[in-house]
């Protein structure tokens, strides 16, 4: 996936001509040399500027709040505090409920987006009518503002004459009542968990898609001549595959898993009384309703360790297609 | 193959039931907004639900636009993600150009940092790049939210940009040297033109991301003349809890551009998305 050793240089040297001093000076700083001196960093210089004053300074400035008790106001002092916020993140039954949530809607969106995602790519696996416009349609919650989409599911399952307590009470009879879905722990969770699902099915479906077409054709025919059925075909020649792509897609999920904020934040707000926080919502509460910039970084920086070491496992018992088989 | 034509025609059929199906659960929300964007206050909490308002009405859209500032709010995205998709994309392949074409000192370190910059969740620095913020006095300005949206997305155009200036056959860089270009030159006049459907791609996720941004916006903006579309849309949901025709009439303005963008451009856009996530 990143190739950084393919290093390209100008192999060619300029045409060489006996010109004044300055002159070759000035070629050796930004001409044509083997390893001219300023040009690459000229070319770099802005960009790298912007990216490294927002998003490097950052994550070193986030590590070292964390461990303090920080102070909002420019003049006053902020205390070295060592890790006691982390301490007390450790010890903080909301802090633990927001991961035991996250990793709840994880375990509900993850697998559920791969194994959707893959029926809908092996459906679009070939060459039909409307190929294309079923494309753009699975794809489009995707491109949907996550504001506008969580507002939308906070309206359908809205208790009061919501769409979706409609539709299972009055329409298909599922239910026997109305259930008001936003009240309450694992209803709530499970509107964001479908939300979630809705909206990064067709990123998955996306993925799945291209990958299936690099999958060369004869592979498949040389199967079916051997009398393989359409799932065989599937679980033996097109699954070893895109194991590849899999393997990334579920790295990515599980990131975007443990990134889930805005539809908690705008659907229930952590509420009621704390039960549906998850730690990002947790994390910018501190942060920006408390003030405690030091226990918030702390939060975000237990997050990003855990984001990291589940995906490093991952990549390490995922990698082999054979043991998954076997 | 096996199988006859019989079968395949069913099999053919079965595809498509299942797809229209899956697409129906897709598209049943997007019309369900649509259509209470439609109705008037009176209908929003009507029982039975209608998909297709009985007294459909466009004073939603109105008093939106005029009278709810959105005019305002959609003006204020367009020059926010406008700016920050010219600006990223300049910078970006700037940056590609660096590392595609030429070896220097700390090459891989620099290329290590903007891959962490690619992998941290952005959450994760709202605090630091609030107090940063404040700092430089960009707080409540819309050229602040410009700057973190560029910092934010110059990591995946570098690498999406670079990743295809690679595969621009050098023969060319070294018959544009021996005719006398310099390196500005041969970025302008060769790299840029040649790349267009990867700096289409970079500027449709660029603009993209700008335009639905949501958390980063609400934290530094106050000012209500400053709000972008998505902080707009949530504030009002909150100040107007009932209000849902109003709330999609604004949605549907907001997303709008979003799917004419995504449909006119949407093979740039897969190309992208898929770039690095498939071998092969």
């Keep these: 996936m990143i190739n950084s ?5 100008d192999s060619t040297s300029p045409p060489h001509d006996a010109a004044s001093p300055a002159a070759s000076r000035a070629r050796w700083l930004f001409g044509e040399r083997r390893r001219p001196l300023f040009t690459p960093y000229l070319f770099l210089a802005p960009g790298f500027f912007v990216f490294a004053l927002v998003m490097l300074y950052p994550i070193v400035r986030a590590l070292q709040i964390s461990f303090y008790e920080w102070s909002i106001l420019p003049t006053a002092e902020s205390v070295f505090v060592k890790f006691a916020n982390y301490e007390r ?30 029926i809908v790519a092996v459906l679009l696996d ?62 709530a969770l499970a509107v964001v968990s479908v939300l ?32 393989a059925g359409a799932f065989r075909r599937f679980r033996h020649v097109s699954l070893p595959a895109i194991w590849p792509t899999l393997l990334f897609v579920t790295v990515m999920l599980v990131i975007g898993g ?11 707000g952590g509420g009621p ?45 995922l990698r082999r297609p054979t043991e998954f088989r076997a | 193959m096996v199988g006859s034509t019989y079968r395949q025609g069913g099999i053919l059929t079965l595809r498509y039931v299942l797809l229209a199906a899956g697409g129906v659960v897709m598209a049943l929300p997007f019309v369900y907004m649509f259509s209470t964007s439609l109705k008037a206050h009176a209908y929003v909490f009507e029982i039975p639900p209608r998909l297709i308002p009985k007294e459909p009405t466009f004073a939603n859209y109105q008093s939106a636009w005029s009278s709810n500032s959105f005019d305002r709010y959609f003006l204020n995205s367009v020059i926010v993600a406008s700016a920050t998709t010219v600006i990223s994309v300049v910078l970006s392949s700037m940056m590609a150009f660096a590392f595609a074409r030429y070896e220097f000192w700390g090459r891989r370190l620099l290329f290590g940092l903007l891959l962490i910059g690619l992998m941290v969740p952005t959450m994760m620095l709202i605090i630091p790049q609030f107090l940063l913020a404040r700092t430089l006095g960009l707080m409540d300005s819309l050229s602040g939210l410009v700057l973190f949206y560029v910092g934010g997305t110059l990591a995946l155009n570098t690498f999406l940009l670079r990743g295809f200036f690679e595969n621009i056959p050098k023969e060319l860089d070294e018959a544009m040297i021996v005719d006398g270009a310099r390196a500005w030159t041969r970025f302008r006049r060769l790299f840029l033109p040649l790349s267009k459907p990867a700096l289409a791609t970079v500027a449709i996720f660029s603009f993209l991301a700008s335009w639905d941004e949501f958390v980063w916006a609400l934290t530094v903006i106050n000012d209500p003349d400053k709000r972008t579309l998505p902080i707009a849309i949530a ?22 551009p979003v799917i004419l963008v995504f449909v006119t451009f949407q093979r740039h856009f897969v190309g992208g998305l898929t770039a690095g996530a498939v071998k092969g």
């Design chain 2, 235 to 256: 504030l009002f949901q909150g100040e107007h809890a009932t209000s849902w025709g109003l709330v999609f009439a604004a949605s549907v303005i907001a997303v709008v």
């Design chain 1, 258 to 268: 443990f990134n889930v904020f805005i539809s908690i934040f705008l659907i229930t």
């Design chain 1, 196 to 227: 979630g699902v809705w909206k990064g099915v067709g990123w998955s479906m996306i993925i799945f898609l291209a990958a299936l077409q690099t999958v060369p054709k004869d592979l498949h025919e040389a199967a079916a001549i051997d009398g």
């Design chain 1, 89 to 118: 993140a450790l010890h903080d039954a909301v802090f633990w409920r927001g991961l035991v949530n996250t990793a709840a809607y994880m375990v509900a969106t993850v697998p559920t987006q791969i194994v959707l995602g893959l």
């Design chain 1, 5 to 9: 050793s393919s290093a390209a240089s």
């Design chain 1, 126 to 187: 070939t060459r039909m009518p409307a190929r294309t416009f079923f494309r753009v349609l699975y794809y489009l919650p995707v491109i949907t503002s996550w504001v506008v989409v969580s507002l939308l599911f906070k309206y359908l399952f809205s208790s009061d004459a919501g769409f979706v307590n409609w539709v299972l009470h009055d329409g298909v009879g599922v239910l026997d009542h109305d259930v008001a879905w936003l009240q309450s722990r694992w209803t």
């Design chain 1, 273 to 317: 009384a704390e039960e549906t926080e998850v730690l990002l919502t947790y994390m910018y509460r501190q942060a920006f309703d408390f003030l405690d910039f030091g226990y918030g970084s702390s939060i975000a920086f237990l997050l990003t360790g855990i984001v990291f070491t589940l995906s490093l496992l991952q990549l390490r018992f």
